[in-house]
């Protein structure tokens, strides 16, 4: 039997309305490679660890997944020029992912990630 | 990466960069700090007056939810002395609306303040949703916004308030002035960057969020666990505006600083007497007594089509003609409750400053 590529779970919450995208539903939970190709392709997930196409899984990868994964809808409200569109808030474990390296952020097993939409009506 | 220090305390770990200053700073004086801008902002416009009953527009959204939290913080803490009321309008959207005042009554009970709901329905005789059967969904959001403005301050009026603040945000305030520029709209532009509006016989109307950016009112919000509704009206995707939003967020993206700079731009827009002058004089609407451009307000030459099934009259020429080719509006025509201001408004007493404790 192959032994299965190693991978860290995370917990993803969806707020201020961007839930709406991904089927209402604002708690997820989820396992992802801990190593992933480096165009974030997600389709092909067994690539070879440590091979020199890949890297530690990160949140542009994360935004990735859940693009071609989770959501159920309007990708442009998601996803724009492979982050998140503007307006769209991120934390890392409750912190704002400006002060962690944004998308560059290397995940970390049973990390918390929050997307907060900040568009919908005031 | 070794967690980063708060720039103001030096003690806690930063959780949140501020966009208008690039700042990295922990919560609690992230709380501090946007409190206290709110605050700054209230007093040097002078806003308020010890004794004032002030009414919170609350709509159930992130902007009303965290105005009711901060108000309240806020007149406790520096002894504004206001009388603070929740004020909500029911447009009668099922599935928006009605969702969306659930939230507004848990906030209620939350912050302890009164609330008034006032619907379409009472006032008008109309929901949004029969609206939109009857019209569709072209012109239905010029209905609703003049609807709306008038049910404010009618609720307002039965509230005996003086006041009505709103949520507006700096990024509202900066969509609005691009807006207004694409639009060619100058007498629009200047006053739509004004803290704050009173004409002769309105009720004064504030923006104290008027400096405050989204992105900390939705982190204060997530930080707070406070309790708001966040959905799109259903009858409205506001195309224009949506366009506008998110050219702005662009622009934010690449220079935080955008936001405030396009506000300021906005405020140097001093509009020129000839323009003012080209817009009539203020009356009063000779049918329901609210402050009208014309013989009848806005609302009531709406309602007049609506309820005579010409729904474009109060919108376009062509239709305002048809309405009156139509001869003189029945007897038994529908109108809105006469409107009269709270009795103690029309003595206008003076603002002053509140006072901070020492
Ligand atoms: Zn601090
Ligand atoms: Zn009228």
Known sequence: MMSSPKTIALKIEFGGGMELLFANQRSHKLSIPARVPVDNSTKELQAEPDSSNTKPTDIVFLIHYLRDHLLKEREELFIENGTVRPGILVLINDTDWELEGEGDYKLQDGDEIVFISTLHGG | MAPRICALCHTSKAMLRRPKTGQQICRDCFFFVFETEVHNTITEAKLFKPGDRVAIGASGGK???????????????????????????????????????????????????????????????????????????????????VFRRQALDRGAAMLNVDHIVTGHNADDIAETVLMNIMRGDISRLGRCTCICTEGEDTIKRSKPFKYAYEKEIVMYAYFKKLDYFSTECIYSPDAYRGHARAFLKDLEAARPSAIIDIIHSGEAWAVKEEVKANQNAQQTCKRCGYMASNELCKACTLLEGLERGIADAGITERGMKKLEAQGPAPDNLRTIPFFRLASHQQNGHPAIEVEAPT
Not at chain 2, 99 to 111: A, F, G, I, M, P
């Open chain 2, 63 to 145: 902007d009303s939810t965290v105005l009711a939290h901060v108000m309240k913080t806020l007149n406790e803490r520096y002894r504004y002395g206001l009388d603070l009321f929740l004020l909500s309008i029911d447009e009668g959207i099922t599935g928006y609306r009605d969702d969306s005042l659930e939230t507004v009554k848990r906030n209620q009970q939350q912050y302890d303040m009164p609330l008034k709901i006032l619907s379409y329905d009472e006032l008008y005789g109309w929901t949004m949703d029969a609206i939109v059967a009857k019209i569709g969904k072209k012109n239905n959001c010029t209905f609703c916004g």
